[in-house]
């Protein structure tokens, strides 16, 4: 079972930094990748970054590389999401979700019990 809840998110400047957590109290943590994912008001959800069960394979969107790192500490069941310089692009709302990797690429699973409900990242100019 997967329930995961995301915190962290807030108010910044542009150029502050965040760092979002995605914590599941189910019990399967250490078996399945975490990306996040990422909506602004009236966009399409777009990936972020993501890494798998065991912290390996960690890939990150052009828009983000660079600034943003993602990190997982299983004995927490926790997967951070450390965002630097952030810019007021970056506003949107932040969710993780459980999925896979196939080879190098990334893919949530679709279902709606596998993400979280989402934090709000606002990033003033």
């Known amino acids: 079972q997967v329930e995961l809840v995301e915190s962290g998110g807030g108010l910044v400047q542009a150029g502050g930094s965040l760092r979002l957590s995605c914590v599941d109290s189910g019990r399967s943590f250490g078996t399945y990748a975490v990306g996040w994912f990422r909506q602004a008001p009236g966009e399409e959800r777009e990936f972020v970054a993501a890494i798998n069960w065991d912290g390996g394979k960690p890939n990150y969107a052009d828009s983000v590389k660079g600034r943003f790192t993602i990190s997982r500490d299983n004995a927490k069941n926790t997967v951070y999401l450390q965002m630097n310089s952030l810019k007021p692009e970056d506003t949107a709302v932040y969710s993780c979700?459980?999925?896979?990797?196939?080879?190098?690429?990334?893919?949530?699973?679709?279902?709606?019990?596998?993400w979280g409900q989402g934090t709000q990242v606002t990033v003033s100019s």
């Open positions: 979700a459980a999925g896979h990797f196939i080879g190098n690429d990334y893919y949530p699973r679709g279902t709606s019990g596998f």
